[in-house]
């Protein structure tokens, strides 16, 4: 099975910025789909952008121009570098792992980020 390990969150300044990082061990990286996703307190586990074998992104509206997913298949690892945070980016931010079949799925333990003055 797949293990995600994910690190990079913290406490930041509105304004900014951080880089979330997520090995990935135990699969073949270059057939999975590689995500990012966060939950804040009282809200539903949300997209914050995804990018496909062939470097396809989808990226949620709120955080276009802001963050940017990029993978590094020779270090199994994927990125979320994120800019310009506001307060309303606070959350858990999960990374995800989806075989090009769809047919796994497998997520991170998560990693705090938390924008604040």
């Known amino acids: 099975q797949v293990q995600l390990v994910e690190s990079g969150g913290g406490l930041v300044q509105p304004g900014g910025s951080l880089r979330l990082s997520c090995v990935a061990s135990g699969g073949i990286f270059g057939v999975y789909t590689m995500g990012w996703y966060r939950q804040a307190p009282g809200k539903q586990r949300e997209l914050v952008a995804t990018?496909?074998?062939?470097?396809?992104?989808n990226s949620e509206d709120s955080v276009k121009g802001r963050f940017t997913i990029s993978r590094d298949n020779a270090k199994n690892t994927v990125y979320l570098q994120m800019n310009s945070l506001k307060p309303e980016d606070t959350a858990v931010y999960y990374c995800?792992?989806?075989?090009?079949?769809?047919?796994?799925?497998?997520w991170g333990q998560g990693t705090q980020v938390t924008v604040s003055s």
């Open positions: 990018i496909t074998v062939r470097g396809i992104i």
């Open positions: 995800s792992a989806v075989r090009t079949d769809n047919r796994y799925n497998y």
